[in-house]
């Protein structure tokens, strides 16, 4: 590498560190969005406002009610005698209602009728079909209990789960977490670089500098290659001692991944920042590529949910492949297979991207 | 000095609106950005949990095993695969070649023939957490039907549960994404094109040569402002047609009452990004700081796909401060429930608050800084 390469490099460095607020941006926002994206999300669905009604005196269907709030889903809604059960999910005071049937649950369930009712308010979908599949294992395990071997299933499934048993929700968001703030990073400082220069006027001084085509972009995305870096060791090392995120497999496997993907990510910001005619439209751009590649990642929903034709496009998705990465190597140990299979994709990625970039870049400087 | 003159507003409005005219790809993308993203997404995003690899290692190969296996993938839930010898379904789970495994034991047919209690090993994949439990919850449902087919006789349903799902019966994905995703998309698109816009003036220096005149700063504001409102409103409308055209999304509530909630949403995303471009006044730290305030967090904390009800204490107030959370409850609720300006007398006041006291901010600074 020659000096005046290195000396460009370190001049892009600088200016990007030295503002303040860049400086914060870079590296205190990630870890505090980190912390409390961390914190706040869960897969769980809790905290549910759950009304019960019946007639005084059922003490069986009372247990169960008392089963539902002891499970640690539901919360208690407290109404006035008389009450509309629609009326109270309509106001949104309670998501969900269950009702006794008419004669007691005891009496009922002897003439083979046990039927309970449950409304749920479906406009929120998610958490409805939770709430369904809570009231389900509720009342099936009360069933038992209430009446013994007679309300036992004969067929039992033993179930067991891996990597992550205590099923914590910060285990698995944590890492697509982290992936997204890379993402965003690399992409908000790149997307912009070149379209700014232009704006001001100072890249007439970078072309007439002594430095061929190559150094140029090499000195314009080396420098985001390695803050990007950084910002990837910051939230790994973050997430592992804020919650506890293991690191299972090798770290050689992880910084690879990282490199890969950075580079993916820093190609696609330069290529629209050589597009872009102007800042608004850089920003245009790199909103374009993020929202479906946060989307489409895998972070918030599985991807195997999605349409055969839009997997499709999943898999043009640098960010899916990452978050694959980051979560089998965290929390698996790192599968070979997986590894390679998925490196060579964000490889064949980086690739690709920085050739459209560098295509780009060449026609925009002459 | 005179008060608010809507004359000069409205010529500083004429340039803004001239400015983005001559911009064709800025123009589209405002427009079309929201439409082509929530169609995409309004087919992309189902939580309905399906097609799971299930890795099966069947150590029983009898007729009882067979038929448990042809329960488990004609419940369309699961995809049974035959574990590939040497791996194994646990080296399937960590290849990723499998979310779940089935083990059937030697005796399992004989066991199930004799007729005692009959156990088989279901080993999930934790990695993924949301996967995991929506399969655990799907277990109840094929339990029953596996022993209704094994045993001849269905288990006897003493207690059971009847659901109904009110506003949305099928527990249809998209009518609860839709809506969602458009109010993620132009709250998103409202604060950056603002960030932006300002922050522009002040790095080129205009904003100082604009306050020189006699143009004062509530006009300016205004006058940048009003143009984006009226872009980011034709997207909401292009938006309410697409949804529902394409993917039929009921409409129970009052229009007068949506289009108010769009106003006061557009609002406050507008004054969050005013807030931004006269704090920061660069374009890129504003772009940063837009996603950094707008993207995730009206993505991740606004109840989009995580309930708000089922975060922690302290979260569930502090995302009180995001806009998005206040619309993202007016907008399925006016769509879904039909509710009335009664129901929705909270989302609402948090808007306006919110708005209120961004856009007050936002002037305090302005003409802090000017004196």
């Known amino acids: 590498m020659n000096r005046t390469l290195r000396a460009f490099i370190r001049k892009e460095l600088v200016q990007t560190l030295r503002d303040v607020k860049m400086r914060v941006l870079l590296f205190g926002a990630p870890v505090i969005q980190l912390t409390i994206f961390g914190l706040a999300l869960s897969t769980e669905i809790k905290n549910i406002n759950l009304a019960v009604f019946s007639r005084p005196g059922d003490a069986m269907f009372e247990r169960v009610?008392?089963?539902?709030?002891?499970?640690?889903?539901?919360?208690?809604?407290?109404?006035?005698?008389?009450?509309?059960?629609?009326?109270?999910?309509?106001?949104?005071?309670?998501?969900?209602?269950?009702?006794?049937?008419?004669?007691?649950?005891?009496?009922?369930?002897?003439?083979?009728?046990?039927?309970?009712?449950?409304?749920?308010?479906?406009?929120?979908?998610?958490?409805?079909?939770?709430?369904?599949?809570?009231?389900?294992?509720?009342?099936?395990?009360?069933?038992?209990?209430?009446?013994?071997?007679?309300?036992?299933?004969?067929?039992?499934?033993?179930?067991?789960?891996?990597?992550?048993?205590?099923?914590?929700?910060?285990?698995?968001?944590?890492?697509?977490?982290?992936?997204?703030?890379?993402?965003?990073?690399?992409?908000?400082?790149?997307?912009?670089?070149?379209?700014?220069?232009?704006?001001?006027?100072?890249?007439?001084?970078?072309?007439?500098a002594p430095l061929s085509n190559t150094e140029i972009l090499l000195g314009k995305t080396v420098p985001y290659i390695l803050l990007g870096l950084a910002n990837a060791a910051l939230v790994v090392t973050?997430?592992?001692?804020?919650?506890?995120?293991?690191?299972?497999?090798?770290?050689?496997?992880?910084?690879?991944?990282?490199?890969?993907?950075?580079?993916?990510?820093?190609?696609?910001?330069?290529?629209?920042?050589?597009?872009?005619?102007?800042?608004?439209?850089?920003?245009?751009?790199?909103?374009?590529?993020?929202?479906?590649?946060?989307?489409?990642?895998?972070?918030?929903?599985?991807?195997?949910?999605?349409?055969?034709?839009?997997?499709?496009?999943?898999?043009?998705?640098?960010?899916?492949?990452?978050?694959?990465?980051?979560?089998?190597?965290?929390?698996?140990?790192?599968?070979?297979?997986?590894?390679?299979?998925?490196?060579?994709?964000?490889?064949?990625?980086?690739?690709?991207?920085?050739?459209m970039a560098y295509k780009r870049f060449r026609q925009t400087l002459n | 000095m005179n008060g608010f003159n809507i004359y000069r507003a409205y010529a500083i409005a004429r340039k803004e609106v001239m400015h983005v005219l001559r911009d064709p790809f800025t123009l589209t993308l405002a427009l079309g950005l929201p439409v082509m993203l929530v169609t995409f997404f309004g087919y992309a995003i189902d939580y309905e949990v399906k097609n799971i690899s299930l890795a099966v290692l069947d150590r029983d190969n009898g007729p009882a095993a067979r038929r448990l296996k042809e329960i488990f993938s004609s419940s369309g839930y699961f995809h049974p695969v035959d574990a590939v010898a040497g791996t194994g379904p646990i080296g399937m789970l960590d290849s990723g070649r499998a979310s779940a495994a089935l083990f059937i034991a030697p005796d399992f047919s004989k066991d199930i023939k004799s007729g005692g209690s009959v156990k088989a090993?279901?080993?999930?994949?934790?990695?993924?957490?949301?996967?995991?439990?929506?399969?655990?919850?799907?277990?109840?449902?094929?339990?029953?039907?596996?022993?209704?087919r094994l045993t001849g006789q269905a288990p006897p349903e003493l207690i059971s549960a009847e659901t109904r799902f009110l506003y949305n019966p099928e527990l249809n994905s998209r009518w609860f994404t839709v809506p969602g995703l458009a109010a993620i998309i132009i709250g998103l698109l409202s604060i950056l094109l603002t960030a932006m816009t300002v922050a522009r003036e002040w790095e080129n220096g205009s904003m100082e040569l604009l306050l020189s005149t006699p143009v004062r700063p509530l006009e300016i504001i205004v006058g940048k402002l009003a143009p984006y409102?009226?872009?980011?409103?034709?997207?909401?409308?292009?938006?309410?047609?697409?949804?529902?055209?394409?993917?039929?999304?009921?409409?129970?509530?009052?229009?007068?009452?949506?289009?108010?909630?769009?106003?006061?949403?557009?609002?406050?995303?507008?004054?969050?990004?005013?807030?931004?471009?006269?704090?920061?006044?660069?374009?890129?730290?504003?772009?940063?700081?837009?996603?950094?305030?707008?993207?995730?967090?009206?993505?991740?904390?606004?109840?989009?796909?995580?309930?708000?009800?089922?975060?922690?204490?302290?979260?569930?107030?502090?995302?009180?401060?995001?806009?998005?959370?206040?619309?993202?409850?007016a907008a399925r609720g006016i769509t879904l429930k039909g509710a009335g300006l009664h129901e929705l007398a909270v989302p609402f006041l948090g808007l306006g608050l919110l708005s209120l006291g961004m856009l007050t901010l936002a002037m305090v600074k302005f003409k802090t800084d000017l004196e």
């Not at chain 1, 950075?262 to 800042?279: D, E, L, Y």
């Open chain 1, 65 to 208: 009610a008392e089963n539902f709030y002891a499970s640690g889903w539901f919360d208690r809604v407290t109404y006035v005698q008389g009450e509309d059960p629609f009326e109270l999910i309509d106001s949104g005071r309670a998501d969900a209602v269950l009702i006794a049937p008419k004669g007691g649950l005891a009496w009922s369930a002897a003439r083979g009728d046990g039927k309970l009712q449950l409304l749920v308010d479906a406009s929120n979908a998610t958490k409805a079909r939770a709430v369904e599949a809570y009231a389900k294992s509720i009342i099936s395990a009360a069933s038992a209990r209430e009446y013994g071997a007679r309300g036992a299933p004969a067929l039992n499934f033993d179930v067991r789960v891996l990597y992550n048993p205590a099923m914590e929700s910060s285990m698995f968001l944590v890492p697509g977490v982290m992936g997204m703030l890379v993402c965003l990073i690399t992409i908000i400082l790149t997307a912009m670089s070149l379209t700014r220069e232009r704006e001001m006027g100072t890249f007439e001084t970078i072309v007439s």
């Open chain 2, 121 to 148: 090993q279901f080993v999930l994949d934790g990695s993924d957490n949301s996967k995991a439990a929506a399969l655990m919850g799907y277990l109840p449902g094929i339990q029953r039907a596996a022993q209704a």
């Open chain 1, 238 to 355: 973050a997430g592992y001692l804020l919650f506890g995120v293991p690191v299972r497999g090798p770290l050689w496997e992880l910084a690879l991944a990282a490199l890969a993907f950075v580079v993916t990510t820093v190609s696609v910001g330069t290529f629209i920042s050589t597009v872009a005619k102007s800042q608004q439209q850089a920003m245009l751009g790199g909103f374009m590529f993020l929202f479906p590649a946060i989307l489409m990642s895998g972070i918030m929903y599985p991807v195997e949910n999605m349409p055969k034709a839009i997997i499709a496009v999943a898999y043009m998705d640098p960010l899916m492949y990452f978050v694959r990465l980051i979560r089998n190597i965290m929390l698996k140990g790192g599968d070979l297979h997986v590894f390679w299979s998925n490196l060579g994709a964000l490889a064949l990625m980086a690739v690709f991207a920085a050739g």
């Open chain 2, 229 to 329: 409102g009226a872009l980011v409103l034709a997207g909401v409308f292009f938006v309410y047609v697409v949804s529902r055209l394409v993917f039929g999304v009921p409409f129970e509530g009052s229009h007068l009452l949506y289009l108010a909630a769009c106003l006061l949403f557009v609002t406050a995303a507008l004054s969050q990004g005013l807030l931004i471009s006269v704090l920061v006044r660069q374009q890129q730290v504003a772009m940063q700081l837009g996603m950094i305030t707008g993207l995730l967090p009206s993505m991740l904390l606004s109840g989009f796909i995580f309930p708000v009800e089922s975060m922690p204490k302290f979260f569930r107030y502090f995302t009180m401060l995001l806009p998005p959370r206040w619309f993202m409850a």
